[in-house]
C-alpha cells in the first residue's frame, strides 16, 4: 500500500484502540524501550512530545523512567518552527515551560528554553502510523522528522515507537525517506 492509504488506514485503528488497550500496549513499549537501550550516562536523547487527541504513544512515562533509570541524560523535545516544515530542538527539564501548538502537541517555548543542536543528539525517538520490515515510516506527511533526521549525525541512533507490528511493505518510498535504525512495539524490537 501507499503512504496515503496506511497513513488513513492506521490512523482509524489507532483512533478505535480503547483506553485499556493504549494504556496496555504504552506499558509494553515503554518496558521494552527501558530494558533495550544502551546508553552511557551522557547522552542527549531527543523524544517526541505526544498527540494524546490522537491516541498517539504517550511519551511521558518514556521520559520519566529515562529520567530515573538515567539520571545524567540529556532529554530534547521538538519545536515547530511557524510557517515552516522546520524543527528546532530544547532541553526538557523540569524548568521547561511548554506551549500547545496548532495541533495540540505540547513543545518546549523557545523564548525560554535551552536550545540544542542537532549534531549533539545520540539517539532520536521518531513518532509514526506504521512501518514496514525494511524499517520505513509513515508518519503524519508533513515532512518534520525527515528533514530533521537527515541534519542528524549518521552514527545517530533513530528508533520508531508503534502501537503495531510494521506492514510488510511501504510502496511509494523515495529519496527523502530516512530508514530508522530499530522500531519498538509493544511485542518486540525490530532492529535494521
Known amino acids: 500500500m501507499d503512504k496515503a492509504s496506511l ?11 480503547t483506553n485499556d488497550e493504549v494504556s496496555a500496549k504504552n506499558d509494553l513499549i515503554t518496558r521494552n524501550l527501558i530494558e533495550s537501550i544502551a546508553i552511557n550516562g551522557g547522552e542527549t536523547i531527543h523524544i517526541f512530545l505526544p498527540q494524546i487527541n490522537k491516541k498517539e504513544i504517550d511519551t511521558w512515562n518514556i521520559i520519566r523512567q529515562l529520567q530515573t533509570f538515567f539520571p545524567k541524560i540529556r532529554i530534547v523535545a521538538p519545536y515547530v518552527i511557524p510557517k515552516t516544515k522546520e524543527m528546532e530542538h530544547y532541553v526538557l527539564d523540569a524548568q521547561t515551560r511548554l506551549n500547545d501548538n496548532q495541533w495540540g502537541i505540547p513543545e518546549p ?25 525494511r524499517g520505513y ?22 528508533t520508531g515507537l508503534s502501537f503495531f507490528e510494521p506492514v510488510t511493505s511501504i510502496d511509494d518510498i523515495n529519496e527523502y525517506d530516512i530508514r530508522m535504525d530499530a522500531c519498538i512495539t509493544p511485542e518486540k524490537i525490530w532492529i535494521w
Open 7 to 17: 497513513r488513513s488506514d492506521f490512523l482509524q485503528k489507532r483512533m478505535n484502540l
Open 109 to 133: 517555548d523557545p523564548s525560554t528554553s535551552q536550545p540544542v543542536h542537532v549534531e549533539e543528539i545520540n539517539i532520536i525517538y521518531i513518532p509514526l502510523l506504521t512501518f514496514d520490515e
Open 137 to 158: 515510516r509513515v508518519g503524519y506527511g508533513g515532512g518534520y522528522y525527515d528533514r530533521f533526521l537527515a541534519k542528524c549525525r549518521p552514527n545517530a541512533v533513530k
